[in-house]
């Protein structure tokens, strides 16, 4: 899917993207990896520019475009700087859109627009020190007035969110969503986490001590909330990982020109030519199916595999390509002159959050075998 076959709204809102993420996101990332800073300031910026709900309607204070928009902006953001693309693309996926699908009038009027423009951020906590992958094994609770306690782990944007989409046990002990408002009596940050990569993003541990909330949907339906928002959440994972790699491009190409060997650009070399060939054959194929995958959800058509799909490929590939980009670079590539061992640190978690590829694996491998997958006859 080449880029003539975007319309123009989501060409102007790629270009967009990549304007911003050139000129006031790019050179400050490595500074914002090493002081492991989370840049607030860009999110604002982004609010103004309408990125920060691209693909909410306008009425509720977003751009009002489609998700192939959306998912382009974050593919551009995270060429620069991965940590602001999953800000982003959680605030958007995880936070916002699920308000948007399954809150009350008075619940989006409220909730939504703010979000929307980027004046406050959104996080989602589903994610237990016991449950992980297998999330119906959560033990946060939420009392009959809607009071919750429990722990959550591994929560983008945790320390930093004005709203959060909190999945709990209720009295029932069927799991509910809840929206959780800060400030909040009980919430407390337990820990930010020492990660690998990202380290401009903010991965926090909160506790809940009868935090005060609202449910979200009807009581109940919070797995299906959950599990919904996932299917959309890792298309953006996909673009994320696409950027990443496209990054790690971009950067060994300009490298095998400018370098020097033997006398003659690396570039020259059969073995560099193949790996970039690979390279930029793999990024175009993870990009055709994170294409594929945002197109179905804006048609509301189901994308559960398509996007299992997309983030299991494109996760794989980050992974991998920012590898050779390194090895095109050879001594250069790890040090920190330059910016390929970031995105090799970056490109890491694409396999791991919003579901493991061994997840997507399973999603994709249930699809294709039905009751047999299971065991069953």
Request: charged letters at 25%; one cysteine or more; glycine letters at 10%.
């Amino acid at each position: 899917m080449s880029l003539h076959e975007l319309t123009d709204e989501q060409r102007a809102i790629r270009a967009l993207a990549r304007d911003v993420a050139e000129r006031e996101i790019a050179p400050h990332a490595a500074a914002w990896d090493r002081e492991h800073r989370f840049p607030t300031e860009v999110f604002t910026r982004l609010g103004e520019l309408g990125l920060m709900g691209a693909c909410v309607p306008v009425e509720h204070g977003g751009a009002g475009a489609d998700f192939l928009a959306y998912v382009l902006a974050i593919e551009e953001l995270a060429r620069a700087d991965a940590g602001v693309a999953v800000t982003v693309a959680v605030h958007t996926s995880a936070a916002t859109l699920p308000l948007l699908a399954h809150g009350s009038d008075e619940q989006i009027a409220r909730l939504v627009p703010p979000l929307a423009q980027g004046h406050e951020l959104g996080a989602f906590a589903l994610t237990e020190p016991e449950a992980g992958s297998d999330a119906g094994a959560i033990r946060t609770r939420a009392d009959a007035e809607h009071r919750i306690a429990g722990t959550k782990q591994f929560i983008t944007t945790g320390s930093h969110a004005h709203t959060l989409l909190v999945f709990a046990k209720d009295p029932d002990d069927r799991i509910s969503a809840y929206v959780v408002r800060r400030p909040a009596a009980g919430l407390t940050v337990i820990r930010e986490e020492e990660k690998l990569g990202l380290n401009s993003s903010s991965t926090a541990a909160l506790a809940f001590d009868a935090v005060p909330a609202e449910r979200l949907g009807p009581p109940g339906a919070g797995m299906r909330i959950a599990l919904s928002t996932l299917d959309g959440g890792r298309i953006g994972i996909a673009a994320q990982a696409v950027g990443i790699a496209q990054a790690a491009l971009d950067t060994a190409t300009a490298y095998a020109r400018e370098r020097h060997a033997f006398g003659r650009p690396i570039g020259a070399q059969g073995q560099i030519q193949q790996k970039l060939a690979d390279m930029q054959t793999e990024i175009e194929a993870a990009r055709a199916l994170t294409w594929r995958a945002a197109r179905l959800k804006q048609a509301g058509r189901p994308h559960t595999v398509e996007g299992a799909q997309a983030k299991l490929l494109a996760s794989r590939v980050a992974r991998h390509h920012t590898g050779e980009a390194i090895q095109i670079l050879g001594g250069y590539g790890y040090t920190r002159d330059y910016p390929v061992e970031r995105y090799y640190r970056d490109a890491k978690v694409t396999e791991i959050y919003e579901g493991t590829s061994e997840i997507q694996r399973l999603v994709i491998a249930r699809a294709l075998l039905g009751d047999a997958a299971r065991g069953e006859a």
